[in-house]
C-alpha cells in the first residue's frame, strides 16, 4: 500500500498514515480529502495502481467491516466505534463466526492474508452474504492463496460481486506517534471455523531467535515474518530509506531481507513503464540522499538494561506497574476498570514521557484550568453547576445558553480524560510506595556507584511501608550484574546475590541465563554515555515536587483518612539523569555524528551499509573502518529516521530516545517486533534460562 498522500504542512507521523490509510480503507479505498490523492491500497500481486480517484461526496456509503483477531487489533489501537460510525460503518463482525446475509449491503474485508481466511471468503461469495465485496489483506497476498480465491470465485460463478482484491501493508500496531510494534505472530494454521483468538501463548521474537531449541526453519520464518511486517512499516511512510544494521546477527539478515523488497518494489514499479507508480510514490519527486531517512535495525542484546530497570517516566510507570495493551490500561484497585488512551487524550500526549512527578503537578494544573472554565460558564449563565445548564431560562439568556451549550461537551470531554488520570496516578501512587519504585528508580540510575555490598544491602533492609517484591529485587541484580564490567564481580559476590533472591523467593533462573550468555558472548557493557549517571535529588519542596503535594489535596476522597499522607511521603523528588541509553547513543552516531563520541563512531561506522535505490553492487552490505568503503565516507546526516528492535521494545528506551530527538530537533520512530514491559521480559529471560539450563 503507497501511503497516503497527506497535506505537506506538517510532517506525517506513522500513526497518522496508519489511520489515514485505515480511513481510506473504510470508504471503499476512496479519499474522504477532495484533493486527488494515491489510493491507498495495492492490487494484489501488483504495485500500486496510483490512480486518482474523486472524492466522496454526500452521505457515506453504509457497509459492513469484516475483521479478524490480527486486523481487529490494528483498528483497535487508533480507532474508535464512533470514528466506525463516521465512515459509514454500521456493523463489524468477526470474520470466522456465524454472520447472518445482508444482500443489500457492501462488506469490506480487513483481514490477513491466510489459507483458512481466504477459505472463508470464498464460502461468503458462495453464499452471496453481502452485495459486494472489498478485499484487503493487512499484508501482501501469496500469489498461490490469490490462485486459491480466484479459483473458488471462478467455479462459483461469483466474479461479479468482487469489486476491489488489495494489499494493505499495514501489519503493525502504531499506539502512539512514534511508537510501533509488528503484529503478533499467526497461530498454526487450521481449517476450523471457531471464533476468537487463539488461545495458545505467541512465542517472543527474542526467544525464538535466542533458544538453542528453535530450529533453522522457525528461524528463517521468524526473520521473513519480521522483515514483512517492517516492510508494511516502511510503504506506509513512503520514502525509501538508507538502512544501517550491525553485522553478525538477526538484525543484519533482517536488513538485507528488507534491502530485497524494497529493491523489487522498486523494480516492479519501473517495468510497468508507468502503467502503475511506485509504493514509494512520495519519493517521485526525487527526494536528495540527505532528505531521505534513516532506517536504523539493531539486535535487542545491544541492551538488555533499558528492558529490566525501573523506569520514572508517566508511561513507563503505566507498563510497569498497570496492564496496558492496545491503548488501554486496566486499573485493578479499588474496583477493575479500562480506560483507553488514544490519539484524542490531550493529557496523555502531553504526558506520557515526562517525569511521574510532573505528571502529578500537570492534572493539578489541569483540574484547576477546568474549575475555571467552568466556574466562567456558571457565573454567565447564573448557573450553580455546570450540570444545570439545562434549567436556564431561555427566554433572558440566549446568548449565554448559546455559549454554554458550545463549550460543555469540550469541558465534559475534559473532565472526562481528568477523571481518567486521577485513577490512573493513584493507582500509580500506591505502586511508587508499595514496591519502593522511588528507590529502586533512584539506585538503578547511579548503579554504577553501586557495589555488591550496597546491593546486598538494599536487598536485605526492612522497610516499614512496603517491601521490594521478588521480581523487583532479580531486575535490580540483573541491572547491576549488567552494568558491571567483565569480571569485575566474583563467582562468591554471585553466590551470595543468587542466594539471596532464592531466600526471596525469586526465580534465579533469568539470572543464570544472562551470566551464561555474557560468558559466552561478552555482551557490550551497558554504560552511560553523555551525561552523569547521578540522579539529580532536590529538597522536599522542589519545583517538581510541589505537584506531589498540591496533587495529594486532590486525591483525599479517593483515599482512605490518613493514607495520602503516608503514600506521599515517601516518593522521592527527583528527575532522571541526563544521558543517552545504548540504542539513543548508537542513534546519535548515525543520524549526527558531529555530536557523537568517538567510541560509538568506531562502533556504527562498523554496521552495513544499505540503499535500496542504488545498484546492488554499490549499495549491499558496505562496511568497514574510518577511510574505508563503510567508515567515515558513509557518515551522513538524517533529519528523520526509524529506530528497529528486533527482539521487543520497552518504554524506558522509547522515553530516552524521544527525549533525545525532542532536544536536537529530530524526527525519529521506534519500534520492536514487539512492545514488552519489565515483567514480561524477565519472563521471556527466565523461560529461555530453562530451556538453556
Known sequence: MASTALKQSAPTTLQQAQTAALLALLNLNAPSDPSPIQRPGTPSGKASTGIKVPAVTGPPVWKVLVLDQQTKDVLATVLRVQDLRDVGVTLHVQLHSLRPPLPDVPAVYFVAPTLDNVRRIADDLDKCLYE??????????????????????????????VEQVLDQYLSFIAPSPSLFSLLSPLP???????????????????????????????????????????FSAVVTMGHVPIIRAPKGNAAEMIAKKLDIKIRDAILSASRTHGATSSLFAQDASGLSNLQRPLLLILDRNVDLVSMISHGWTYQALVSDCLEIKLNRVVVTQPQKRSYDLDSKDFFWAKNAPNPFPQVAEEIDTELNKYKQDAAEITRSTGVSDVNDISQIDVSSNAAHLKTAITQLPELTARKAVLDTHMNIATALLEQIKKRALDELFSTEEAINKQTVASILEMLRSPRPSGTLTPEDKLRLVLVFYLSSPDNAISKDDIVELEKELKNAGANIESFEYVRRTREISRMTVTTAVGGTSTPVLGAGQGELFRGFTAFGNRLTDRLKEGGLDNLISGVKNFLPANKLLPVTRITEAIMDSSAASNQSLQETDEYIFLDPRASRHTGLGLSGGPGGPGGERRRMAFAEGMVFIVGGAGYVE????????????????????????????????????????
Open 654 to 693: 522509547y522515553g530516552n530516545l524521544e527525549e533525545w530527538a525532542a532536544k536536537t530537533g529530530k524526527r525519529v520512530t521506534y519500534g520492536g517486533t514487539e512492545i514488552i514491559d519489565p515483567g514480561a521480559f524477565v519472563n521471556v529471560l527466565q523461560d529461555l534460562g530453562r530451556s538453556t539450563a
Open 132 to 161: 459486494s465485496f472489498h478485499l484487503n489483506f493487512v499484508g501482501p497476498l501469496p500469489r498461490a492463496l490469490l490462485e486459491e480465491l480466484a479459483g473458488s470465485v471462478a467455479s462459483a460463478g461469483t466474479g461479479d460481486l
Open 188 to 230: 498454526p494454521t487450521t481449517l476450523s471455523n471457531q471464533a476468537g483468538p487463539s488461545q495458545a501463548q505467541p512465542v517472543t521474537s527474542y526467544t525464538l531467535l535466542n533458544s538453542p531449541s528453535s530450529t533453522e526453519q522457525q528461524i528463517e520464518e521468524e526473520i521473513e515474518r519480521i522483515s514483512n511486517g517492517l
